[in-house]
């Protein structure tokens, strides 16, 4: 196969044992004056690894927006509490790998635990409460094939002995 016809792929991730997994490759535009990846940056893709465990599904915001008003109607995501915490730096170049997990699933949120880590070692971890709401902005119920999805999710990862 010639470099002509090499189709081209965005990063993909993976779910394994309730857990999804995303590479994030560290670009000098992530990086402050001192060369370090800029703290902020770290909310960018413990968002990207997120959209990406739940791309395709019927949690994705493509599902949520196409929902009929005999069904209730459109609805999205807001972030209501997110809590980072730092444990080492990265630097242009650096491979990370970006993890999610789903630890609750209630009526009208979830909560996920996220990490991201370099050879193993822990760079970053975040808890994320996330809600959904209708196109009033007001907190609804998920959708009920949305909730499978975050249901199945949570089973995975309390039966890989991830959760208490």
């Known amino acids: 196969m010639t470099e002509a016809e090499q189709p081209i792929t965005p990063a993909i991730g993976a779910w394994q044992e309730g857990m999804f997994h995303f590479p994030i490759r560290i670009y000098y535009e992530d990086t402050d004056v001192g ?3 800029y703290h902020g940056r770290y ?3 413990f968002e990207r690894v997120r959209s990406e465990s739940i791309r395709g599904t019927s949690a994705d915001v493509d599902f ?3 929902i009929p008003e005999s069904e209730g109607g459109a609805q999205t995501y807001v972030v209501s509490r997110l809590n980072i915490r730092y444990h080492r730096q990265s630097k242009v170049n650096d491979l990370l790998i970006g993890h999610s997990m789903v630890t609750k699933v209630r009526a009208a949120a979830v909560e996920v635990k996220q990490w991201i880590t370099r050879d193993g070692e822990m760079v970053a971890e975040a808890d994320v409460l996330v809600a959904v709401v209708g196109t009033n902005g007001r907190p609804t119920r998920w959708h ?4 499978k999805c975050w249901k199945s999710w949570y089973a995975a990862a309390k039966d890989a002995g991830h959760l208490d």
């Open 64 to 66: 949520l927006f196409a």
């Open 144 to 147: 009920p094939d949305a909730m």
């Open 43 to 45: 909310v960018s893709f």
């Open 35 to 37: 060369g370090m990846t």
